[in-house]
């Protein structure tokens, strides 16, 4: 019997099974149970309704360190009809496509309203199968369709043992549903007890006490949430102090722009959807010149509409934080598939040489803590400051202590801005000063005492456009100086987990730092001494820290999501060691064994870059994902 | 800011924190000399102080204006001048926000933030300085090249140009005005009307370059624009419509408030700024949502 540890995987129709709403259930149920829930790769297509989605959520007492690898323990169906082509299993697309993730001796529960599936091979695997006709009960018995992933619930927490008595699900269906009438938390309660019911008497007619699966409330020392990652950092950028944000919807940035147009106003700020790509960053520049702490929020393709302004944030010396939520492919891509493919343009994007930090958080904490340093560093250095994330980060949901969020503190250092006082003090006033750090007093417009010239074209120290060639050197030396006070001041090595000296050594950057942790464990435990060191904050490159770190590697290996090793090229570049690859870009997150394989390949083989492939689908499934 | 108010605002203020007259870089007779003229008059009759006032400026030879003025100057990417002061004017209602772009500004390169800015309303007064030529680049087609122009010039190549004044109205723009720099002191009646609407004012500003557009010149201007009639009503869209057509129809350029409708606009707040507006962040309630 294995105790509050498994992962579980809930599969349907996009929009019309309820998938998303039954593992949200799941999960704050599970959270106020005081068991941590990791729910990060999600599948879901670019289409409203019809195609296939799953939702896999990893549940432990103690707080999991990954996703872990693709097998789930516990597998729920909700689709009934879709897929009719598809011998000799009918209608089950859920099943066809994870039925293989199913560990062996694994639970599949589904909803045999249109049949049941010939579930002889499962069983040959000591699968525990139960045929729940979820849709017909709520159909037919409740008259309530929507409520079929309810009877699901139920039908689950009898499987797993959890809930008997019904007090988590009550609690959080009465908040949830109250506002819509009794009626409607009667209904649900109801379809929660007809799925227990359906589950108990399968369990009698095999005579099965046990399924191998439990979940057991653990005592509560403080509330956890469930929270994503475009959640966490959208509540960062409020503690920060950022007080205007500008997006255009895309996919996986839009839930930054709906939470800020909802709670920003509540803090004094505004929100705006802008018309477009370039009104969203322009507009935020614009709250900032004002001094607004402002940000905006894209993902790929956004952030190649937005690259121009790159160069007007670091030429005009206006700060503005950017949100790229990374998602896969060039052009429009995959928009609801994760990849790590947008470094070089947040690095290197915009023409000519523009002061930019780089930052990439790798769990929902940092997306918390990081965002709170990244409104910080625009403000101190006065440039545009990335923040890269990615969709299976960004969407991803993670249990934390919400002690954790409390304990954190914002520091608003405005020193930088000159105000009325100063400007009484010392007398003439110049926006781009040369000072020794680089870093110019700015004023705000409306400060009685002085006004500014900003432009985006070359100019000397008081903002007027100049192509004096002294002044050009002397403006460019001022700006990149920059870089080096934060390398000095703020710049952070890289964590190093584990002893690097002749090791082998895994390079991470951004929201791969889980897996890349476990996979760390999966060679331990096959013998394989090997180093993490894994970084958050990209750019300017952090040489000194790394350089001498590197040089007493035994084997140097990038793992990312993309093809060609992006952050791979600019630590060889930079550190001057070579630099072996380790890469996945078909939108499927990555997993630890992957990796640790990998890992062995690299360094019994000898090769230089593996590439990772998922095996074939063998069996067909429905089109449109 | 009382006690600056209090000093009197006079025509030299608007020549402090500036480049030299002498240092100007626009041509002798460009018309731009006039919209600076008239600027400098329509603020220093509003008694606006250089501190709380922000110019931002696109490309060109028209973005070099607030170079030449006193007051905060941003001077970002072309196409972009509305978007900027959009951003400032949303987060700080208090600053006097202008934009000044060329016609390949607004209408090219920058339309689809001139059109958006048209229906959101912000409470900015832009200015077109339009001449129908892109200068600084030696004089290509903008998209009001070809004014007066006889149809048979126009080709796929150079589409005949389009009318500003209804684009703005089309748009939802709630001020709609033209003037015309070789009269500036009209103009500056026109700015401080636009200074003064509760709303997004534009103003459309033939402003003649006299080096490339060598055919609506300042003497094509003076033959063909027409101040609108005194009985005009402006608060009428249909009105302005009407008078529209009537100028079109007998081959003339109405100078004047063409459209002023401002809507019933709530207030808003400056954003917060300073360390102690923002020390008592309290994000509780927004953890609590995923309690």
């Known amino acids: ?625 | 800011m009382a006690e600056t108010k209090a000093q009197k605002i006079s025509a030299k203020v608007w020549e402090e924190n500036a480049v030299p007259r002498h240092r100007i870089q626009w041509c002798p007779g460009c018309g731009d000399f006039g919209v600076l003229a008239a600027l400098k008059m329509a603020l220093t009759k509003l008694e606006i102080t250089p501190y709380e006032l922000l110019i931002v400026t696109g490309i060109g030879c028209s973005g070099q204006i607030r170079n030449y003025l006193n007051g905060n100057g941003f001077h970002g990417t072309h196409g972009g001048p509305l978007a900027y002061a959009l951003g400032a004017k949303m987060v700080n209602p208090e600053l006097k926000v202008i934009s000044m772009g060329g016609d390949g500004d607004t209408f090219a390169i920058g339309v689809e933030n001139f059109v958006h800015v048209c229906r959101r309303d912000p409470e900015i007064m832009h200015v077109v300085m339009d001449n129908g030529v892109y200068g600084l680049t030696k004089g290509q087609h903008s998209p009001t090249h070809g004014r007066g122009m006889g149809l048979e010039v126009f080709s796929e190549e150079a589409p005949p140009p389009f009318s500003p004044l209804r684009l703005a109205l089309t748009a939802g723009a709630t001020f709609v005005a033209q003037s015309f720099s070789g009269d500036p002191k009209h103009a500056a009646e026109i700015y401080v009307q636009a200074l003064q609407h509760k709303g997004f004012a534009m103003v459309n500003d033939f402003s003649p370059c006299v080096t490339y557009n060598k055919f609506n010149t300042y003497d094509w201007y003076r033959e063909h624009v027409e101040e609108i009639p005194a009985d005009h009503d402006p608060s009428d869209l249909n009105a302005a419509w009407d008078l529209l057509n009537d100028f079109d129809r007998r081959g003339r350029l109405p100078l004047g408030i063409i459209y002023r409708n401002p809507r019933n606009k709530k207030a808003f707040r400056r954003a917060p700024i300073w360390p102690q507006e923002l020390a008592d962040a309290d994000v509780r309630p927004l953890l609590r949502l995923f309690a």
Request: charged residues 25%.
């Open chain 1, 1 to 625: 019997m294995i105790v509050n540890n498994l992962k579980l995987l809930v599969g349907g129709v996009q929009l019309r099974d309820g998938v998303v709403t039954m593992t949200d259930v799941l999960g704050r149920i599970m959270t106020r149970a005081g068991l941590y829930v990791l729910a990060m790769e999600r599948g879901y297509a670019s289409t409203i309704y019809g195609a296939h989605q799953f939702d896999p959520m990893r549940i432990t007492e103690t707080p999991p360190l990954s996703w872990g690898d693709r097998e789930v323990d516990v597998l729920i169906a909700l689709d009934y009809d879709s897929n009719p082509d598809a011998a000799p299993q009918p209608n089950r697309d859920t099943v066809l496509r994870h039925g293989r993730e199913l560990r062996d001796g694994g639970v599949l529960i589904y909803d045999s309203s249109t049949g049941e599936i010939d579930a002889g091979e499962l069983e040959r695997r000591g699968i525990k199968v139960f045929p729940v006709p979820a849709r017909t009960v709520a159909r037919d018995e409740l008259k309530r369709d929507v409520v079929k992933n309810i009877v699901m619930v139920g039908a689950l927490f009898r499987v797993l043992d959890f809930d008997p008595a019904g007090t988590y699900f009550r609690t959080l269906i009465e908040e949830r549903f109250l506002r819509k009438g009794q009626q409607t938390v009667d209904i649900n309660i109801r379809a929660a007890q007809r799925g227990r019911e359906l589950v108990e008497s399968i369990l009698q007619a095999k005579g099965w006490t046990d399924v191998g699966y439990r979940l057991e409330p653990r005592p509560l020392r403080e509330p956890l949430l469930l929270i994503s990652g475009n959640e966490a950092l959208s509540i960062g950028a409020i503690k920060a102090g950022c007080r205007f944000y500008a997006g255009y919807p895309i996919t996986p940035a839009s839930a930054i722009l709906e939470f800020m147009e909802e709670h920003l106003p509540k803090y004094g700020g505004r929100a705006l959807q802008g018309q477009n790509e370039r009104e969203s960053i322009r507009a935020a520049i614009g709250a900032a010149l004002a001094g607004v702490r402002s940000m905006v929020g894209t993902s790929g393709p956004g952030l190649s509409l937005k690259s121009e302004e790159f160069g007007v944030s670091g030429m005009t010396e206006t700060p503005v934080v950017i949100v790229d939520t990374q998602r896969a492919g060039p052009s429009t891509g995959m928009p609801t598939k994760s990849e790590q493919g947008d470094l070089y343009l947040s690095v290197f994007g915009g023409h000519s040489e523009v002061p930019r930090i780089v930052l990439a958080p790798a769990t929902q904490e940092e997306c918390y803590t990081l965002m709170m340093e990244a409104h910080e560093l625009a403000d101190k250095y006065q440039c545009p400051v990335f923040f890269l994330t990615d969709l299976n980060l960004s969407e991803g949901r993670k249990a934390v202590p919400e002690s954790f969020f409390l304990s954190q503190k914002a520091r608003i250092d405005r020193s930088t801005l000159v105000t009325e006082e100063d400007l009484r003090r010392d007398g003439a006033y110049r926006r781009f000063a040369v000072t020794p750090s680089g870093i110019s007093p700015r004023l705000l417009p409306g400060t009685p005492g002085a006004v500014f010239k900003a432009s985006g074209s070359e100019h000397d120290e008081r903002g007027f456009v100049s192509t004096d060639p002294l002044v050009r050197k002397a403006q460019v030396d001022k700006r990149l100086r920059k870089l080096q006070t934060y390398l000095k001041e703020d710049g952070r090595p890289p964590q190093v987990f584990g002893k690097v000296e002749g090791r082998p050594v895994l390079i991470g950057w951004g929201s791969t730092r889980p897996v890349i942790l476990e996979a760390q464990q999966r060679l331990q435990a096959r013998g394989i001494e090997a180093a993490v060191v894994h970084f958050t904050h990209l750019w300017p490159f952090p040489t000194e820290a790394a350089k001498p770190l590197l040089e007493q590697a035994n084997t140097v290996i990038c793992i990312e999501q993309n093809f060609t090793g992006q952050f791979a090229e600019v630590v060889q570049a930079h550190c001057l060691v070579p630099v072996r690859r380790i890469l996945k870009y078909n939108g499927v997150p990555l997993y630890p064994s992957e990796i640790a394989e990998g890992v062995e390949a690299i360094l019994r083989q000898g090769v230089s870059t593996v590439r990772i492939t998922d095996g074939p689908v063998p069996v067909k499934v429905s089109e449109g994902d």
